[in-house]
């Protein structure tokens, strides 16, 4: 298996009623978790850079990594450039060898929105690379803070013309998530997801998926969800977890070095993205 186009493996999902996990890497450690994880479970998975974690790594750094290690696995893999507003950096991702990426104009006037989005669809197009937009908004960005705000949800009626106007390949949509972190467990329109998934042939991507109950994973899923974000949650496990390593080896008087840190952050990444891979419904899907 190696690197591979997304709206290809996620028509395979939207045909077979699952969904991938995408998952936000900022770390080696991150990439080998997520794609150990794939391996295991034999599962096609997605892994994202957001435009956001720039300050945190930049794109010419981890990006050829993220390439590499997709053309070395085991099962199928996207390699996604997220929540994309500066095109340069888009098109440099698409240079690197991502085979998706996103264009964020949520927050723009509908007309721009679309006017954008079909810019970066011709840019695409040179690299035979997908595209996902976003309409309607889940609060904050896709930074893993705490999120409080309203979102807008997207109406089918536009979606279906939003898609029909643009070529766009994958459609976020908001149905009641949010990104980062909850602080109030969010109410979610099934009925509006379901109408969404019937006016509009392409694959549905859930933003906003850390603190959901399996449960509603799996009715998002049997609703149309055929992509779904998650990165939060699993940044806050890893960082709880390697705590957690860090005060017992001090309790019991022994001495923790940079490589072991690097194992538990792998190991954590594995665990959760392998638990996620089985709700999702992609596993064994490779």
């Given at each position: 298996?190696?690197?591979?186009?997304?709206?290809?493996?996620?028509?395979?999902?939207?045909?077979?009623?699952?969904?991938?996990?995408?998952f936000?890497?900022?770390?080696?450690d991150?990439?080998?978790?997520?794609?150990?994880?794939?391996?295991?479970?034999?599962?096609?998975?997605?892994?994202?850079?957001?435009?956001?974690h720039?300050?945190?790594?930049?794109?010419?750094?981890?990006?050829?990594?993220?390439?590499?290690?997709?053309?070395?696995?085991?099962?199928?893999?996207?390699?996604?450039?997220?929540?994309?507003?500066?095109?340069?950096?888009?098109?440099?991702a698409?240079?690197?060898?991502?085979?998706?990426?996103?264009?964020?104009?949520?927050?723009?006037?509908?007309?721009?929105?679309?006017?954008?989005?079909?810019?970066?669809?011709?840019?695409?197009?040179?690299?035979?690379?997908?595209?996902?937009?976003?309409?309607?908004?889940?609060?904050?960005?896709?930074s893993?803070?705490?999120?409080?705000?309203?979102?807008?949800?997207?109406?089918?009626?536009?979606?279906?013309?939003?898609?029909e106007?643009t070529?766009?390949?994958?459609?976020?949509?908001?149905?009641?998530?949010?990104?980062?972190?909850?602080?109030?467990?969010?109410?979610?329109?099934?009925?509006?997801?379901?109408?969404?998934?019937?006016?509009?042939?392409?694959?549905?991507?859930?933003?906003?998926?850390?603190?959901?109950?399996?449960?509603?994973?799996?009715?998002?899923?049997?609703?149309?969800?055929?992509?779904?974000?998650?990165?939060?949650?699993?940044?806050?496990?890893?960082?709880?977890?390697?705590?957690?390593k860090?005060?017992?080896?001090?309790?019991?008087?022994?001495?923790?070095?940079?490589?072991?840190?690097?194992?538990?952050?792998?190991?954590?990444?594995?665990?959760?993205?392998?638990?996620?891979?089985?709700?999702?419904?992609?596993?064994?899907?490779?």
């Amino acid at each position: 298996m190696t690197l591979v186009n997304t709206k290809k493996v996620l028509m395979e999902a939207k045909k077979g009623k699952y969904a991938l996990g995408a998952f936000n890497v900022t770390t080696l450690d991150a990439i080998r978790g997520v794609i150990a994880a794939a391996e295991a479970e034999n599962s096609p998975v997605i892994m994202e850079y957001a435009e956001v974690h720039g300050d945190i790594i930049d794109l010419n750094t981890i990006g050829p990594i993220m390439v590499k290690e997709a053309k070395e696995a085991k099962v199928p893999v996207v390699v996604h450039f997220d929540h994309g507003q500066n095109l340069d950096l888009i098109k440099r991702a698409l240079e690197i060898g991502f085979t998706s990426v996103m264009i964020d104009g949520a927050e723009l006037a509908y007309e721009e929105n679309i006017a954008l989005t079909k810019k970066v669809v011709e840019m695409a197009k040179e690299y035979d690379a997908s595209v996902e937009a976003e309409l309607g908004t889940m609060g904050s960005s896709e930074s893993g803070e705490e999120v409080s705000g309203e979102a807008i949800y997207t109406d089918p009626a536009v979606a279906k013309d939003f898609v029909e106007k643009t070529g766009v390949d994958l459609l976020a949509v908001s149905f009641g998530t949010a990104h980062g972190l909850y602080i109030k467990k969010p109410v979610l329109d099934f009925e509006r997801l379901e109408e969404l998934s019937r006016v509009t042939p392409v694959p549905l991507v859930m933003h906003g998926g850390s603190g959901l109950s399996d449960e509603e994973y799996i009715e998002s899923v049997s609703k149309g969800v055929c992509k779904i974000n998650y990165y939060s949650d699993l940044a806050n496990k890893v960082a709880k977890e390697v705590t957690k390593k860090l005060c017992q080896y001090q309790e019991e008087g022994k001495d923790a070095y940079i490589h072991d840190i690097s194992k538990w952050s792998i190991d954590v990444v594995k665990e959760d993205v392998s638990s996620r891979i089985k709700v999702f419904g992609s596993a064994g899907k490779a």
